[in-house]
């Protein structure tokens, strides 16, 4: 009798069908019968989806774990920055040590450290007896750099063949990470490549809502790349250079989309980060000082405890309008204190500029002079003129106002993006595009001379200070430009610490804190003692310290021990005359 409706899952009946969804699934493996006998396990064919994603996941993993291990083989970080204040900073400001000592790490010993706070529990922890893997850490979370290029790059670069755009993708990463700039500061404590990570995340973001302009997006989709802005600058203040080139970005996707609230949320998500990574210290500094940005703009705040000057590093600034146009052509040769201390070379700036000139020029051409419309040659990218508008912004305003080279290394991580966008731009034959990039990466790869800011050896930590016990009420006087007060974390903590003739404070000054080192070297009753930096010259020390009425005590100096060191350090006594 034919069933009337129902379904029967055993033998009587038809047999149940097969469930569709048994098609998608990760199903065990079944014995089935077949003509090579029984029991022989047959694999269903896993599903394309699946595939995708966990390959998708591992070339932006992978990325990450190749940054780790190549900090490994640069070596420990043994830079000056880090003798200097990446490690006093931070001991500083979780202590509250800025009116205890006087300024040992001089006047970079007061910016926001909570960038080095990442380094600082690395080191502070157990961890800090397997260097090796503090250096993969710190590696690895620079290498978050080069996943938010490559997902910038193949948001960017939109040819229609898949494998052509993984190709130009992956020189663009290529081009963009193995720079001098990048490499030289991998796994380092210098910060740059951690506040890099938050700009990078904001121009993705602002890429990512101008793709989706018109489609009824949220109104907030500007939000989070304000904050990711927004932290970038309170990690590091540097970071200003790049804050005009993604406001006017995210203004121009704002406009497009008729949304003014899109640009007022860019704005208060970018204040609100700011306040939460910078807030705590520039409050602090506020109590202590008068000034949110001490011993900075102090011109301005007019702090008793510091000159009413300004501190600025112009050194490196471009001499004159030319200058200022070509900067980039000059890094083409080794140069020494053009745009950094140490030589290097390295041709993406260039490279990246003529990129833009030639792309612009065609463009512009072909809008003007040719009939034909001149939409194909942008079609093949996404985005495209957003970076290239944030780059040349971000440029001019990074030349005017710091012209350090490692500061720029956003810029330098998206040459890549950039020419390899020039080159989907300005040729139209799949092959040759392919064959352009990989010829240009190359050039630039093998051109390069990466900067040394100073590298060791590993041993059995990754920090390791011994300093001579000294007494609890001691005065210890650090009367020195050279990068020595990576000791201090690691000597007695009552002691207190104070710097004078150094890179802001001056015997000759009438400001609070030189004030307060001359009353503390004078105060009787209390055991004084003195650094000495690099060969022990004790006419020198005698000769500062009859400023304050004292000389060098009798006993000998002692020393200081640290994997760390490259100027000698001793702790000399100190009596009176």
């Not at 948001?155 to 020189?171: A, M």
């Not at 989907?424 to 392919?434: K, P």
Request: charged share 15%; hydrophobic share 50%; proline share 6%.
């Amino acid at each position: 009798m034919r069933d009337s409706g129902r379904t029967t899952s055993g033998p009587v009946g038809r047999p149940p069908e097969r469930r569709p969804e048994a098609r998608h699934a990760l199903a065990r493996p079944v014995a089935v019968r077949g003509t090579a006998g029984f029991g022989t396990p047959r694999w269903p064919a896993l599903d394309a989806r699946a595939l995708l994603a966990a390959s998708r996941i591992w070339i932006f993993l992978l990325p990450i774990l190749a940054a780790g291990a190549l900090s490994i083989a640069l070596g420990p970080d043994n830079s000056w920055d880090l003798r200097y204040y990446h490690l006093y900073a931070p001991y500083a400001f979780l202590h509250g040590r800025y009116l205890y000592d006087v300024g040992p790490a001089q006047w970079q010993g007061f910016l926001n450290p909570v960038a080095d706070l990442l380094f600082y529990g690395l080191i502070s922890s157990k961890l800090n007896d397997a260097p090796r893997v503090v250096a993969f850490i710190m590696g690895a979370v620079h290498g978050i750099n080069a996943v938010l290029v490559l997902a910038i790059a193949m948001h960017v670069l939109r040819p229609l063949q898949r494998l052509e755009r993984w190709t130009l993708g992956v020189c663009a990463l290529l081009f963009g990470v193995s720079g001098a700039g990048f490499i030289s500061l991998l796994g380092t404590t210098s910060n740059d490549l951690i506040a890099s990570t938050f700009v990078l995340g904001a121009l993705l973001g602002v890429l990512k809502a101008a793709g989706r302009e018109g489609d009824g997006q949220s109104r907030a989709s500007l939000l989070w790349p304000g904050m990711l802005a927004g932290a970038g600058l309170g990690l590091k203040y540097t970071s200003a250079s790049f804050i005009p080139g993604l406001a006017l970005i995210a203004l121009i996707v704002a406009v497009r989309r008729r949304r003014a609230v899109d640009f007022l949320a860019f704005g208060a998500g970018g204040a609100i980060a700011f306040l939460v990574f910078a807030g705590p210290h520039l409050l602090t500094l506020w109590q202590d000082f008068g000034n949110p940005v001490f011993p900075l703009f102090n011109n301005i705040f007019q702090s008793p405890y510091y000159e009413p000057e300004s501190i600025r590093d112009a050194r490196f600034l471009p001499r004159d309008l030319w200058q200022l146009f070509t900067y980039p052509f000059y890094w083409t040769t080794i140069q020494t204190y053009i745009v950094a201390e140490l030589p290097f070379r390295d041709w993406r700036g260039a490279m990246a500029y003529i990129a833009i000139a030639v792309s612009a020029a065609t463009f512009a051409a072909i809008f003007l002079f040719d009939r034909r419309s001149p939409d194909h040659p942008p079609a093949t990218t996404r985005g495209f003129p957003l970076v290239v508008l944030f780059v040349v912004v971000s440029y001019f305003a990074w030349a005017i106002g710091f012209g350090i080279y490692r500061y720029a290394v956003v810029l330098e991580m998206l040459t890549g993006v950039v020419i390899m966008g020039a080159i989907a731009w300005l040729l139209e034959e799949s092959r040759r595009r392919v064959a352009v990039a990989i010829l240009a990466s190359t050039i630039a790869m093998v051109t390069t001379v990466h900067l040394d800011w100073g590298r060791g050896d590993f041993g059995d930590k990754y920090v390791e200070v011994s300093v001579p016990p000294l007494p609890r009420d001691s005065i210890v006087l650090v009367a020195t430009w050279d990068p020595v007060a990576y000791f201090i974390p690691f000597a007695e903590p009552k002691a207190q610490y104070v710097g004078i003739e150094n890179n802001y404070l001056e015997w000759s000054q009438h400001n609070e804190l030189a004030a307060k080192v001359k009353r503390l070297m004078a105060a009787p009753g209390r055991s004084k003692f003195i650094l000495s930096v690099g060969t022990f010259d004790w006419r020198e020390l005698d000769s500062l310290l009859q400023r304050f009425g004292l000389r060098l005590a009798e006993q000998p100096c002692q020393d200081i021990h640290s994997n760390l060191e490259v100027h000698a350090l001793r702790l000399c006594r100190v009596a009176s005359e």
